[in-house]
């Protein structure tokens, strides 16, 4: 059982998630993790007893962050408003969650599909992965209600896979070549898609 100090254990999932960032998966063990947090060595397998505790922690930092970015952009976007979010928001909100995972966020993005493949291939992991696709959804399916986006709840799972499918591919291609208006075209597409 795990020590009950959740500060420490952030603290190492943090430092877990930047390892990942920066160095692949490769770089990602017990040892590491507490260099990276400057702890004493065994502190992260007190926590994270496996390396499969470890990918889990990443996997859900890494959930997190995206969303936290997806709500500041939102409260920027709504800053001052009042009435309901129109189409042309929606697609705009997406664009720029597109445009800012593939430029000023592309490590961490990289890191999480390199982090998908990896839990994929770990049949034990499915459900924990399946639990994070679906409190994603949930978070996402809430934002919309929140900021009045004219997006139904059941659509949320199908523009999940779509916005998926649209950073990837954004994020195959060189970093210079990544510009708003391709991500403006990718979140129209997804916006007017799953409302047909």
């Known amino acids: 059982m795990p020590p009950p100090n959740a500060a420490r254990r952030r603290v190492l999932a943090t430092a877990a998630t930047e390892l ?18 400057g702890v004493p060595t065994g502190t992260t397998s007190n926590y994270f007893p496996s390396r499969d505790a470890l990918l889990v922690a990443v996997a859900e930092q890494l959930v997190e962050r995206h969303h936290e970015d997806m709500h500041s952009q939102t409260e920027q976007s709504r800053a001052g408003r009042r009435r309901r979010g129109t189409l042309a928001e929606a697609v705009d909100l997406i664009a720029g969650s597109l445009f800012h995972a593939a430029t000023a966020e592309r490590d961490r993005y990289l890191a999480l599909f390199e982090l ?30 929140e900021y009045e986006l004219p997006i139904p709840p059941a ?42």
Do not use: C, F, N
């Open 20 to 37: 990942v960032v920066a160095q692949g998966l490769h770089g990602l063990t017990h040892r590491s993790v507490d260099r990276q947090a």
């Open 116 to 145: 998908q493949g990896e839990l994929r291939r770990r049949p034990e992991l499915a459900d924990t992965l399946g639990a994070l696709v679906a409190r994603a959804a949930r978070d996402t399916a809430a934002y919309h209600r």
């Open 155 to 196: 659509a949320v799972p199908t523009l999940q896979a779509l916005y998926g499918g649209a950073l990837l591919a954004l994020l195959s291609v060189p970093p210079d070549r990544v510009t708003r208006d391709a991500a403006g075209a990718y979140a129209a597409a997804m916006i007017h898609g799953v409302r047909a």
